[in-house]
């Protein structure tokens, strides 16, 4: 039976019906076993969204995992990995779409364990209210604050306080009123606009939906008519045009596009542009969506913009206002949530990303730590995993920016791990340090190629690694040697003998290695400007470490030795004692013992003093480093 045309009228009615319609993005936090998905199970059961056959389901499933007997488990509405329903936990971020007649809601659940505040995090970054729980029985609990603070740290104004299984404490008033002003006080010091609060049972259907009549006493909106109501966060399309460019469109020789999507404001054809960070400054030439020519496009559109003129851009620089620029800088103060099992240290080098930015980035201070029941600062050397903190990051290049609140897109990053490509941290940019644009690098008028044609050859950095014992030393000396009376000028950076003087205030903790090598290596990098041939040998036990040395210098200026004596060895030499000292717990923090040591993966040179001789070794590196060295006559 064909379908008439009056009906498809309707059905095209609805659905328009349904795009004008406003969306709420909002997160669900809390605790462990808050009810956050059994909130969202219910609020999607209520709302209709679910299917019979998917109610029959998951009451069969409800009855499996035994968790509300033959009842709906409406937490298994949203819980999706095996893990969690086993566990009867979230442990991954759910998204979730649905609507009602006044508004279209996507709604992110996200675990309460500690464990996954990294997860809490992700579902956090791009919504405009915060949906915190808190178990009646429990009240307020740290996780809740820490949750409560990522909230305000990411921007969320908006905060409804569910104060869930009121039907656990016989809906008691004066058990939600204590909750709520408990809250109340810990988030004075917050940047929420508004928290509203609302006794619920989420598993009862209490204040949900409709009014529940078990708690007469309360007389604010159910939560379904407060999703529906609360007032969503004002776009960015009055703020000034940002566009991080994705990559330069370029399909034939007579179109040069570059293509992104716009993170901020409005941009139409003859408006005037500035490429950052370099500065030049052109007219939009036309807006392209695939094969249409838009009057205008904005905030959170794909496009690609073409020019009046020739400019010099590439992915990673911004397209912004020409009148309104943002700013530029290689410096921050930076909120960060650290999200990695691995610490995180000032010296340790990172990749960042900024928009569509990539560059090289290093923690250079802590200045505090934040304690999530207290708020209190406190002080600290390293970042553990979930660990918020205010640092100061340093980047090998300016790149464009905002502050996080002026313009949350332009304002986040994330720090990622080198070696494991794991996400480190996720970063909220304050501003800019003032230093950053009173420093700059100057030009010499004698160059390092200048240099090296003086001292007749290049300046290279033998960086010799190892366990203590090893050979470094020994082999290093010999090797300087050798060198020396080939004419070639060299100069021996020995940890020992570093430690007395430029590096005489660190120990020996994780921390203070990573400052010693980061510090060695600036040294060594000058003295390889200066056309010296450069041997270090320090164990530097870090791969990381090691990795940021190499990258601060040119290609070919860094050869990594690996010493890779065995440890039964080097502990039997002992020349020092302190293997010793180290087993009886004398000496903490010594590599090999009781801290690690990570060898190179991929070394210029692997050698072993308990198979070949310091001097046999020291000749054969002689020789090649001659070779490298391109000496001229």
Avoid at 140 to 151: P, Y
Avoid at 345 to 351: C, L, Q, V
Avoid at 461 to 474: F, H, N
Avoid at 494 to 523: M, P
Wanted: charged share 25%; proline share 3%; hydrophobic share 40%.
């Amino acid at each position: 039976m064909a379908i008439s045309n009056p009906s498809l009228t309707h059905i095209d009615q609805f659905l328009q019906q349904q795009n004008d319609l406003a969306l709420l993005r909002f997160i669900t936090c809390g605790s462990v076993d808050a009810g956050k998905s059994t909130l969202i199970g219910r609020l999607l059961f209520e709302a209709k969204c679910i299917f019979d056959d998917q109610v029959s389901s998951f009451q069969n499933e409800s009855a499996t995992y035994g968790t509300q007997g033959s009842n709906i488990d409406y937490a298994l509405l949203v819980d999706g990995l095996a893990a969690e329903r086993e566990q009867g936990i979230t442990i991954d971020v759910a998204y979730r779409f649905f609507n009602t007649d006044k508004r279209k809601f996507i709604v992110a659940d996200t675990p309460g364990h500690e464990q996954y505040t990294r997860n809490m995090v992700t579902g956090a970054s791009t919504t405009d209210l915060a949906v915190i729980l808190i178990d009646a029985r429990k009240g307020v609990l740290e996780q809740t604050k820490r949750h409560a603070f990522i909230c305000s740290l990411l921007g969320i104004k908006q905060v409804m306080l569910a104060v869930n299984k009121m039907d656990l404490v016989d809906y008691k008033q004066d058990t939600f009123v204590a909750i709520e002003q408990e809250f109340a006080e810990f988030s004075k010091q917050l940047k929420f606009e508004k928290i509203t609060s609302i006794p619920a049972s989420a598993l009862k259907g209490d204040n949900i939906i409709a009014r529940s009549s078990h708690m007469p006493w309360f007389k604010g909106p159910t939560l379904m008519a407060f999703l529906e109501t609360v007032p969503t966060a004002k776009g960015l399309e009055q703020h000034a045009f940002r566009m991080p460019v994705q990559w330069v469109n370029r399909p034939h020789l007579d179109f040069r596009g570059f293509s992104g999507t716009i993170a901020a404001g409005v941009i139409a054809p003859e408006d005037e542009i500035r490429i950052l960070p370099a500065g030049s400054i052109a007219k939009v030439k036309d807006i392209v969506l695939f094969d249409q020519h838009l009057p205008n496009a904005r905030a959170s559109q794909a496009v690609t913009i073409t020019l009046d003129r020739e400019v010099d851009a590439s992915r990673g620089d911004m397209l912004v206002a020409a009148q309104d620029p943002c700013q530029v800088s290689d410096q921050f103060e930076v909120e960060l949530v650290w999200m990695n099992q691995e610490q995180g240290f000032t010296g340790r080098s990172y990749g960042l990303q900024i928009g569509t930015n990539w560059v090289n980035a290093q923690i250079t201070d802590i200045k505090h730590t934040i304690n999530v029941n207290t708020l209190e600062q406190n002080a600290a050397r390293s970042l553990g995993l979930n660990d918020i903190a205010v640092v100061k990051l340093s980047l090998d290049k300016a790149v464009a920016f905002e502050a996080f609140p002026d313009c949350q897109p332009l304002g986040s990053l994330i720090l990622v791990d080198r070696f494991s490509n794991a996400t480190a941290a996720a970063g909220m940019i304050t501003h800019a340090l003032r230093r950053s644009s009173n420093v700059h690098k100057q030009d010499l008028t004698v160059s390092k190629t200048a240099r090296n044609q003086l001292n007749s050859h290049s300046g290279k950095v033998l960086w010799l690694t190892g366990l203590s014992g090893s050979g470094k030393s020994t082999i290093a000396n010999l090797l300087e040697q050798k060198l020396h009376q080939q004419g070639i000028r060299t100069y021996l950076l020995d940890g020992d003998n570093v430690r007395h003087g430029l590096n005489k205030d660190l120990g020996f903790t994780e921390a203070d290695r990573v400052e010693n090598i980061r510090r060695i290596t600036e040294v060594a990098h000058l003295m390889v400007d200066a056309g010296l041939v450069v041997i270090t040998a320090f164990i530097s036990p870090f791969r990381a470490e090691r990795h940021a040395a190499k990258a601060r210098f040119e290609e070919g200026e860094f050869v990594e030795i690996f010493v890779n004596t065995p440890l039964e060895v080097a502990e039997q030499r002992d020349p020092k004692g302190l293997y010793k000292k180290a087993r009886r717990g004398e000496i903490p923090n010594f590599t090999g013992i009781n801290s690690p040591y990570e060898p190179p993966i991929d070394a210029d040179f692997e050698v072993d003093t308990s198979i070949l001789s310091a001097e046999r070794i020291a000749e054969q590196l002689m020789q090649q480093v001659i070779t490298d060295l391109k000496l001229k006559g």
